[in-house]
């Protein structure tokens, strides 16, 4: 668990992360539009960042799955999936804290490489985690441009 004097991160049943990642990521669609093939996976981990008032304001999904660009990388494949922050808490280290939590999920694990299939505008956030671009950008048609990032841990 990761604590703040405004938050708390922790890992969380990932229908706690729906309405949050509908909103953020499926331009505020029905809870059920932010299912992900795989969220019942019992491999998947999920962490959420609350406020005081117990509502998510930041999550992630890390997927056990090998990165497609990189099937030689030693050590497990993790995937970020799912990652969203409220609008009026980007800035604050939710984002930060909440990726963390991932990444000592995946160290405590064993380690491996970490992936994900980050929105371009979300790059250099990633970028400043430690991530690496690999292959082209791509439009998405459902959700736009997104660029492959990965990094190990």
Not at 37 to 48: E, I, K, L, Q, S
Not at 73 to 80: A, C, E, L, Q, T
Request: charged content about 25%; overall charge negative.
């Amino acid at each position: 668990m990761i604590q703040d004097e405004r938050f708390t991160v922790s890992r969380v049943p990932v229908v706690d992360t729906y309405a949050l990642r509908a909103k953020v990521l499926r331009n505020g669609g029905p809870p059920e539009a932010a299912r992900i093939t795989g969220d019942d996976d019992p491999g998947v981990a999920t962490y959420a960042a609350t406020d005081a008032d117990g509502t998510v304001v930041g999550c992630v999904g890390l997927f056990p799955e090998p990165c497609p660009d990189l099937p030689e990388h030693p050590g497990k494949g993790w995937r970020i999936r799912g990652m969203a922050t409220e609008d009026g808490w980007r800035g604050t280290g939710v984002g930060t804290q909440v990726l963390k939590a991932a990444l000592d999920h995946v160290a405590a694990e064993g380690g491996g490489l970490v992936w994900c299939n980050a929105r371009t505008s979300a790059a250099e956030f990633y970028r400043r985690a430690g991530f690496v671009e690999i292959g082209e950008h791509w439009d998405d048609p459902e959700i736009g441009p997104h660029v492959r990032m990965w990094r190990a841990v």
